[in-house]
């Protein structure tokens, strides 16, 4: 498939996005997130719901009003990990803010895993709003945090909901903050989506919520790059 027929000239802030189509473009691939399948969808939380679906690793989570809250007051990660496993090109995606007084650190992983000797994450892609130290989006993989990546682009606002969906499809990772892409990156040495496939959330120093979890298998087309002459 070629990708690079003529358009109308757009900003490149309103091509990056996900189109109303349910179409997100990224480097040389296609993603059909209208047809991908599901494989979890949890809208609103009972306590009951989050303990039968996730384990409480660190740091305090509970249920409030239908959304999970994390709450962590130290300078380490407070997690709350999926007891399933969703293996291969996945994507997870949520509605998130903070809580009062807390600002910072809402943070997500996929292909992710959990180290019980230590009590700790091991092997998993990880992505934050508002954290990487300096009000960041950022990306790191764990646990060596050999690949990391941050940007200030997004004007957070802690009072605000946003809709955060976190992708991997083979070797390129994705995060798309209400409907725009925010960054892409290719890992060299990918984790093996077919051996680990936890999902989790993270409290880093914070206090955020969050509800309407889905996480998806991705549906895509490998399309070759072209641009359309201009002149």
Same mark, same amino acid.
């Given at each position: 498939? /070629?990708?690079?027929?003529?358009?109308?000239?757009?900003?490149?802030?309103?091509?990056?996005?996900?189109?109303?189509?349910?179409?997100?473009?990224?480097?040389?691939?296609?993603?059909?997130?209208?047809?991908?399948?599901?494989?979890?969808?949890?809208?609103?939380?009972?306590?009951?719901?989050?303990? +039968? *679906?996730?384990?409480?690793?660190?740091?305090?989570?509970?249920?409030?009003?239908?959304?999970?809250?994390?709450?962590?007051?130290?300078?380490?990660?407070?997690?709350?990990?999926?007891?399933? *496993?969703?293996?291969?090109?996945?994507? /997870?995606?949520?509605?998130?803010?903070?809580?009062?007084?807390?600002?910072?650190?809402?943070?997500?992983?996929?292909?992710?895993?959990?180290?019980?000797?230590?009590?700790? +994450?091991?092997?998993?892609?990880?992505?934050?709003?508002?954290?990487?130290?300096?009000?960041?989006?950022?990306?790191?993989?764990?646990?060596?945090?050999?690949?990391?990546?941050?940007?200030?682009?997004?004007?957070?606002?802690?009072?605000?909901?946003?809709?955060?969906?976190?992708?991997?499809?083979?070797?390129?990772?994705?995060?798309?903050?209400?409907?725009?892409?925010?960054?892409?990156? +290719?890992?060299?040495?990918?984790?093996?989506?077919?051996?680990?496939?936890?999902?989790?959330?993270?409290?880093?120093?914070?206090?955020?919520?969050?509800? *309407?979890?889905?996480?998806?298998?991705?549906?895509?087309?490998?399309?070759?790059?072209?641009?359309?002459?201009?002149?």
């Amino acid at each position: 498939m /070629l990708r690079g027929e003529k358009k109308p000239y757009e900003r490149g802030a309103d091509v990056c996005r996900t189109i109303p189509e349910g179409t997100l473009l990224l480097f040389g691939k296609e993603v059909d997130l209208k047809n991908s399948e599901v494989l979890y969808q949890q809208e609103e939380f009972t306590q009951e719901i989050m303990e +039968r *679906d996730y384990d409480v690793k660190s740091g305090e989570w509970y249920v409030e009003d239908g959304w999970v809250v994390g709450k962590n007051p130290e300078m380490c990660p407070g997690m709350l990990v999926s007891k399933a *496993d969703y293996f291969g090109n996945v994507m /997870l995606e949520l509605t998130c803010t903070m809580v009062a007084p807390s600002t910072h650190d809402i943070n997500v992983m996929i292909n992710g895993s959990w180290d019980d000797v230590k009590n700790e +994450r091991s092997w998993a892609y990880v992505t934050g709003l508002e954290a990487f130290w300096h009000g960041n989006i950022g990306f790191e993989k764990s646990p060596k945090y050999d690949l990391t990546i941050a940007n200030g682009m997004l004007d957070f606002d802690p009072t605000k909901e946003y809709r955060l969906q976190f992708g991997r499809i083979e070797s390129t990772l994705f995060v798309v903050v209400d409907g725009k892409l925010a960054f892409q990156i +290719r890992d060299p040495d990918p984790i093996d989506g077919n051996l680990y496939g936890k999902i989790g959330f993270e409290a880093f120093a914070s206090w955020w919520k969050f509800r *309407d979890v889905c996480v998806k298998r991705l549906s895509y087309t490998n399309v070759k790059e072209a641009y359309v002459s201009e002149f």
